[in-house]
């Protein structure tokens, strides 16, 4: 037996409790090692991809249609809905997929996300927004009059209070679909991005449709563009958390939520279990 053993033995130490110490120890010694930093760092990265990801594609059509003029206004509705639909199948169960700081800052208001957490992801989702700008900028070499970020077409106000509507609509739409276990979760990429498509097609001739600041600061900080930057930063967020307020004014019931949620839980359970009936 050696001295180590003997010491542990005096100290009334059994071997796994000796190793579980150790482990601990050996967690708490190197900061990286930690379990919730690494959570948070996948979180984080997951958010900065998705948002790199959508800004790419959804301003990038916006820039290729001004340039080369293929895409055309209902192509460009379509690239914007598609992908976010696809990013949040995609990196939804890592980080949620908000890709947004007003959908973010929305949650933690009504205790869905944590605080903490909050600045991390705006981060994330301004720098994906901003490299993803920067990308499309150098590639397709955008000229001032090819700006594929969002300006008010007619006056501040009016793209504000469209702004409003549409985040209103979208964070809706999300509280209902995202946080709710009595919807129908399977679909939930599709109705966020659906939103996002009709909202785009509503407001795009109006303020450019953005319902994200990311969206709108990104392009505007590339291409040094700020005009009206404070309406795509106010509306949205003063939109969603109104949005996720309306939405939690309603979704309480008396019922106990396992009963409900074993009747709604699933799409596909609900339409198998209708057509054994039938059969």
Wanted: with cysteine; aromatic share 10%.
């Amino acid at each position: 037996m050696s001295s180590r053993d003997i010491s542990a033995i005096e100290e009334g130490i059994t071997e796994p409790e000796e190793e579980r110490r150790k482990s601990a120890n050996d967690e708490g010694s190197t900061f990286c090692t930690s379990n919730s930093v690494v959570v948070i760092t996948q979180k984080v990265i997951a958010e900065a991809i998705g948002t790199y990801f959508l800004i790419f594609i959804g301003c990038g059509s916006v820039a290729v249609d001004k340039i080369y003029g293929s895409i055309t206004f209902p192509g460009i509705c379509i690239a914007w809905g598609l992908t976010v639909m696809v990013m949040v199948y995609s990196v939804g169960h890592i980080s949620g997929a908000h890709f947004n700081p007003a959908v973010t800052i929305t949650f933690a208001i009504f205790r869905q996300f944590p605080y903490k957490q909050v600045p991390l992801y705006i981060v994330a989702q301004l720098l994906g927004s901003i490299l993803a700008s920067g990308t499309l900028y150098l590639v397709l070499d955008v000229g001032k009059d090819d700006y594929f970020g969002t300006l008010p077409i007619g006056s501040n106000v009016q793209s504000l209070v469209i702004e409003f509507i549409t985040s209103f609509l979208l964070m809706f739409v999300i509280s209902g679909v995202a946080t709710d276990n009595r919807s129908i979760g399977e679909l939930a990429g599709i109705a966020i991005g659906m939103t996002i498509l009709v909202d785009v097609l509503v407001a795009g001739p109006v303020s450019g449709g953005s319902m994200n600041p990311a969206r709108s600061i990104g392009p505007a900080i590339i291409m040094h563009e700020y005009k009206g930057l404070w309406v795509y930063v106010v509306g949205p967020i003063v939109g969603t958390i109104m949005g996720g307020f309306t939405y939690n004014l309603i979704r309480f019931t008396d019922k106990p939520l396992r009963d409900v949620t074993t009747k709604t839980a699933s799409f596909l359970a609900g339409n198998t279990n209708t057509a054994s009936s039938r059969a």
